[in-house]
């Protein structure tokens, strides 16, 4: 199994600033790489996947990465993207997540 | 606009089977993609599964194969779960989707006598 490592668990950011999340895989996942973002009572909504933002996604997050190091990066960070996102591989079965970063308000 | 909503018993006893259907709309089953189901307990991540491809072949987590089966049915566009001999630490939010972009909002199954 694909094990996926989010660091780090728990990141206090200020508003405005910038938060880099990290993402390892035990294996290769090529590209096939997806960010989610999850706030409280609410089902997940993809960020991210295999480098291409999804649609209507502000382009303050970036996605990088590719094998088994990735990156998201939220270059300013605003109210509403306080929350826990979690990376996701769906190159190998079976599909993996990470334990998810929580970004709160510093 | 692709849509996906979860059905299925909020309430499961201990040893039941546990049966969940997601309905989709706005997009059709048979034209691709893998649909599946992911699960989470309350407070903590995300579970994947299992997914099925719109031919019928599955692909389950080791970890529930032993009691998990996922099925399809084109013909009514919904694809379905069954979990067998639930027991209390499969109480969690369980969520359908089509991989990797869409959700369902997800319904909570509760598991107590």
């Known amino acids: 199994e694909t094990v996926m490592t989010q660091s780090p668990a728990t990141l206090s950011v200020s508003p405005g600033e910038r938060a880099t999340l990290s993402c390892r895989a035990s294996?290769?996942?090529?590209?096939?790489l997806a960010w989610y973002q999850q706030k409280p009572g609410q089902a997940p909504i993809l960020i991210y996947s295999?480098?291409t933002r999804a649609s209507g996604i502000p382009a303050r997050f970036t996605g990088s990465g590719s094998g088994t190091e990735f990156t998201l990066t939220i270059s300013s960070l605003q109210s509403e993207d306080f929350a826990v996102y979690y990376c996701?591989?769906?190159?190998?079965?079976?599909?993996?997540f990470g334990q998810g970063t929580k970004v709160e308000i510093k | 606009q692709v849509q996906l909503q979860e059905s299925g018993p909020g309430l499961v006893k201990p040893s039941e089977t546990l049966s969940l259907t997601c309905a989709v709309s706005?997009?059709?089953?048979?034209?691709?993609?893998?649909w599946g189901w992911i699960r989470q307990p309350p407070g903590k991540g995300l579970e994947w599964i299992g997914n099925?491809?719109?031919?019928?072949?599955?692909h389950y987590n080791p970890s529930l194969e032993s009691r998990v089966a996922i099925s399809v049915d084109t013909t009514k566009n919904q694809f379905s779960l069954k979990l067998t001999s639930m027991t209390a630490a499969d109480t969690a939010v369980y969520y359908c989707?089509?991989?990797?972009?869409?959700w369902g909002k997800g319904t909570t199954v509760t598991v107590s006598s």
């Open positions: 989707a089509r991989e990797v972009a869409f």
């Open positions: 706005g997009y059709s089953i048979s034209s691709g993609y893998l």
């Open positions: 099925i491809y719109h031919s019928g072949s599955t």
């Open positions: 294996q290769s996942v090529s590209s096939n």
């Open positions: 295999a480098s």
């Open positions: 996701h591989q769906y190159n190998n079965w079976p599909r993996t």
